[in-house]
T-cell receptor, first 113, second 112 residues
Framework: GDSVTQMEGPVTLSEEAFLTINCTYTATGYPSLFWYVQYPGEGLQLLLKATKADDKGSNKGFEATYRKETTSFHLEKGSVQVSDSAVYFCALSEGSNAGKSTFGDGTTLTVKP | SQTIHQWPATLVQPVGSPLSLECTVEGTSNPNLYWYRQAAGRGLQLLFYSVGIGQISSEVPQNLSASRPQDRQFILSSKKLLLSDSGFYLC???????????FGSGTRLTVV
């Protein structure tokens, strides 16, 4: 079945540092890939997505590129801020599966001033 | 625009009591609807999903049930809560897989 493996956390960075959170996936077809962000006590918010190979999703300074050859969708940001502290989830969805998504376990990011 | 409402935000219930959590979506029709549970410090577990009125699929056997009495209403229920039912419950919807989910704000359930 489908699966998503995320870099284990927690990750602690200083403000303005470069962020990479690794995500690799296993899927039978050609899934869409997503990153979600969850701030403390809240639901998840869609951060960015990519629907086909070599697509780059971007939002709020975050980027991720759909790499079919390495089955990866790593999240990056050039300069993190304290307000980026949150839990980040990588996910995939295959169109034939009632729209269901498979999620990674989440990576907690803490940014210190 | 589409919005999703989930309530209550927090709930403290004794063991053995019933449960009803409600989720409604506005601004769309025939959405796919989902209930997830998130245990403390852990990932998301899909509990139920629905692709239409009265159509419920269960992912994990447990003492919870779900119903979809109207197109944009999704209800999570239990007749008798267990301590292990504590967690953060999230409702979500989408119209197609490639669009991703829109999540509700969640219900924090503590069973005591």
């Amino acid at each position: 079945g489908d699966s998503v493996t995320q870099m284990e956390g927690p990750v602690t960075l200083s403000e303005e540092a470069f962020l990479t959170i690794n995500c690799t996936y296993t899927a039978t077809g050609y899934p869409s890939l997503f990153w979600y962000v969850q701030y403390p006590g809240e639901g998840l918010q869609l951060l960015l997505k990519a629907t086909k190979a070599d697509d780059k999703g971007s939002n709020k300074g975050f980027e991720a590129t759909y790499r079919k050859e390495t089955t990866s969708f790593h999240l990056e940001k050039g300069s993190v801020q304290v307000s980026d502290s949150a839990v980040y989830f990588c996910a995939l969805s295959e169109g034939s599966n009632a729209g269901k998504s498979t999620f990674g376990d989440g990576t907690t990011l803490t940014v210190k001033p | 625009s589409q919005t999703i409402h989930q309530w209550p935000a927090t709930l403290v219930q004794p063991v053995g009591s019933p449960l009803s959590l409600e989720c409604t979506v506005e601004g769309t029709s025939n959405p796919n609807l989902y209930w997830y549970r998130q245990a403390a410090g852990r990932g998301l577990q899909l509990l139920f999903y629905s692709v239409g009125i009265g159509q419920i699929s269960s992912e994990v056997p447990q003492n919870l049930s779900a119903s979809r009495p109207q197109d944009r209403q999704f209800i999570l229920s239990s007749k008798k809560l267990l301590l292990s039912d504590s967690g953060f419950y999230l409702c979500a919807w989408n119209s197609e897989a490639a669009r991703g989910y829109t999540f509700g704000s969640g219900t924090r359930l503590t069973v005591v």
